[in-house]
């Protein structure tokens, strides 16, 4: 499966994107998938995820109640709204799947075999 991110831009303070994570390819029966983010400097962090199975959703400390991810079947996307944005936000956003990550290493990136190229998000002060 192949990943496109897409998205990202520039905002300032307070602002709002939406980030889209689109599979191509074989998807069979789905996939959990999780967005990441790097700062310039910075370890890749585990923002959010989405299991394929029952759906179950869990967001990073430093997001949670500003952001919401969603799955569309249909279109084959996750989407990250991201509300409320902050300068500590600005990163590149990654999207990443798996077909076998389990609940414990939902945080670790290399528990996912499948990347999108990212997109930037630049949030002004």
């Known amino acids: 499966v192949q990943l496109q991110a897409s998205g990202g831009g520039l905002v300032q303070t307070g602002g709002s994107l939406r980030l889209s994570c689109v599979a191509f390819?074989?998807?069979?029966?789905?996939?959990?998938v999780g967005w990441f983010r790097q700062a310039p400097g910075k370890e890749r962090e585990f923002v959010a995820v989405?299991?394929?199975?029952?759906?179950?959703?869990t967001y990073s400390d430093s997001v949670k109640g500003r952001f919401t991810i969603s799955r569309d079947r249909a279109k084959k996307s996750v989407d990250l709204q991201m509300n409320s944005l902050k300068p500590e936000d600005t990163a590149i956003y990654y999207c990443?799947?798996?077909?076998?990550?389990?609940?414990?290493?939902?945080?670790?990136?290399?528990?996912?075999?499948?990347w999108g190229q990212g997109t930037q998000v630049t949030v002004s002060s």
């Open positions: 390819g074989r998807t069979g029966s789905g996939y959990t």
């Open positions: 990443a799947a798996s077909e076998s990550v389990i609940y414990s290493a939902r945080a670790t990136p290399d528990a996912y075999g499948y």
């Open positions: 989405i299991f394929r199975s029952g759906g179950s959703i």
